[in-house]
């Protein structure tokens, strides 16, 4: 079945896209983990991608079905309004860190944080549309960059820099 291409980020949207990400990852890290050689070659970096990308899900998860068992705090079920994006980017970015494995899994902990960062404070709560994502892709890149004591090119600062840059295109 064909999808409609969607127009905007939500919190809905955080959610498909980190359990498809742990999908991907589940099925290329043994993969990752042979190509593996900066800064050793330890052969884990799939592994530990993984592992922070499933803290992430598990994170992202708990909110939607906390949202859903209680959001107003009235002990009735949601109306089906759903977490915020906010505060799914936060799940997810607060989560990855939790569980970050290795470099890999703590580059990836800041670029989501960088990504959070700006998503939540984009003023509108469900959702942002394309250049709210673009800038949130730009200080995901910036910022994982500048908390790298020595970054090296070729390296998950590389890719996360090319998709923003093809975000600004």
């Not at 003023?123 to 890149?141: F, S």
Request: a negative charge; one cysteine or more; charged letters at 20%.
């Amino acid at each position: 079945m064909a999808q409609v291409p969607q127009r905007f980020f939500d919190a809905l949207a955080v959610r498909t896209w980190c359990g498809l990400s742990l999908r991907a990852l589940g099925r290329a890290r043994e993969e990752i983990d042979a190509i593996n050689v900066y800064p050793v070659a330890d052969g884990d970096t799939g592994t530990n991608l993984y592992l922070t990308v499933e803290s992430a899900v598990a994170a992202v998860e708990a909110v939607f079905a906390a949202h859903a068992v209680d959001a107003a705090g009235d002990g009735e079920p949601d109306d089906g309004d759903g977490p915020s994006l906010a505060d799914a980017v936060g799940a997810m970015a607060h989560g990855a860190l939790i569980g970050a494995r290795g470099n890999s899994g703590t580059i990836l902990a800041q670029l989501l944080r960088g990504m959070a960062q700006v998503l939540a404070a984009r003023g509108e709560p469900a959702h942002t549309d394309g250049a709210g994502l673009r800038l949130a892709l730009r200080r995901a890149a910036d910022s994982a960059r500048q908390a790298v004591a020595h970054p090296v090119e070729g390296t998950v600062l590389t890719v996360a820099s090319a998709a923003a840059d093809a975000a600004e295109e």
